[in-house]
């Protein structure tokens, strides 16, 4: 079976090894127990998917130690997403970013083309909101990442849920104690289309409501500053 350590500074370092080298591991975060590896290695992700025998059509997430970290890998989140992530995270919200440099690092990209033929690359990411997470993502670095479980079944919650159910094909589960599971993130992405710009692909741990509540506060401060600043450059103008 796979070892199960508590997370101190020995586990963290040896952690960081088993990623540097493609492996895969078991982590806890604020909703459920995740599964890891390095968001730039093709072979890692690849393994990934065969822990969690997930199908190879679905995407996984990239969990980040804050916001700005997305920079790194040239993505971007639109208005009034990015508002709307800033206010939610750290925590169960994970926006769609843009993809917007055509040559990232990571191998972990969504492609679709739309019915006009337009290519549009996005990536999910998340900033888990438990401070053991965080210690693991500041040494070890962004994480491709989806939930410790066998796909369609549900989410661990603790270490040894992990190891009931994916055994040794995991490299290393690091235990932190429960986590409050088993509902996982709200995944949103920007849709122009849908109303306050936000379509709810996923509702999770933060109820739709919510999600869409603040970003209707976002759009109507946003109306009210693009008005106030239209008239005085008519004020200006006259």
Partial sequence: MARILTVDQQSLQLAQHIIAQGGVIAIPTDTVYGVAC????KEAVQRLFVVKHRPAQKTVQILV???SDIHQYGLSIPFPLDMVAQHFCP???????????????????????DEHGNIHRTQAVRVPAHLEAQQILALCGPLAASSANISG???????QEVEQMLGDSVDLILDAGPTPGPVASTVCAYNAQEPQCMQILREGTIPM????EFAQQVLAEHMNHEEHVMKHEQRIAE
Wanted: aromatic residues 2%; proline residues 7%.
């Fill in 209 to 212: 409501t919510e999600v869409r």
């Fill in 153 to 159: 079944m549900q989410a661990a919650t603790s270490a």
């Fill in 38 to 41: 390095d968001p730039t290695s």
């Fill in 65 to 67: 130690a804050q916001l």
């Fill in 91 to 113: 925590g169960g919200f994970s926006p769609i970013c843009n993809v917007d440099d055509p040559d990232t690092a990571l191998v972990t990209v969504r492609t679709q083309t």
